[in-house]
């Protein structure tokens, strides 16, 4: 708690954020991370394929992908972007409920890009940094998917970009950002893992119009949805007594 609340404050600093984009944005920061993923990516990928999490098995993608689709989130015709998509093994299960999806990923392991792109050809698949979108068109996607990749951002600006990339990429007003295990609230892997307010202050602001709201969910307990319409968010979305838009408590 204590060492939490000071690196938050730390995050707010001038100084350490320019020492942060000083170290972290710079093409060689880039490139050695870019090294290191595409170093066991290669391999992993083929040994999640041959282990089976690209069949029907796993129940943890399954629900994920299931809960989405049961709340709309993964209608035919939607356009779907995972930030930081891995091998292309959860948009795979997207696919196996909601044949008629477009689907996009990036992530900077270029083996993983190229193992998606052939296991998903339909799919549109590219080596990009997730707080640079500039190959998505505006208001292009229905959905933003990422799933524990946010939370090894490593400074609240790349953080901040973003989220700001994803507000401009998704369709006004209704499209939305499903984010699991992104390390909001300490919830996930990674190292930056901040509260929820102080991401909303710092990234979103006040003004924004778009909110964080941390989701009830029985597929994935660090589930976040990024909305403009705050007043309403899918409550308890495994329970069948509960699956409804409710209001949020203020």
Known sequence: GILLSATHVAWSMQFFQRLGRAIFQSPQYTQAVASKFAGYTSKLCRTSFDAGLWSSKPPYYTRIAKELQRHGRLNAGASVLDLGCGCGTLLYHFLKVEPQLELYGLDLAEPAVAFAQTKLPQGHFTFASMSNLSFIKSDSISLVVTLGSMSYLPILQSLCDTLHEVIRVLKKPLGQAWLGKSGLDGCGPGFLRPPMSFVQEHCLGKDSGWRLIRLHSN????????????????????????????????
């Open 219 to 250: 597929s994935e307990k660090c589930a976040y949805m990024m909305t403009q319409h705050p007043d309403q968010v899918l409550d308890n979305l495994d329970r069948p007594e509960n699956r409804r838009l409710t209001r949020v408590k203020k």
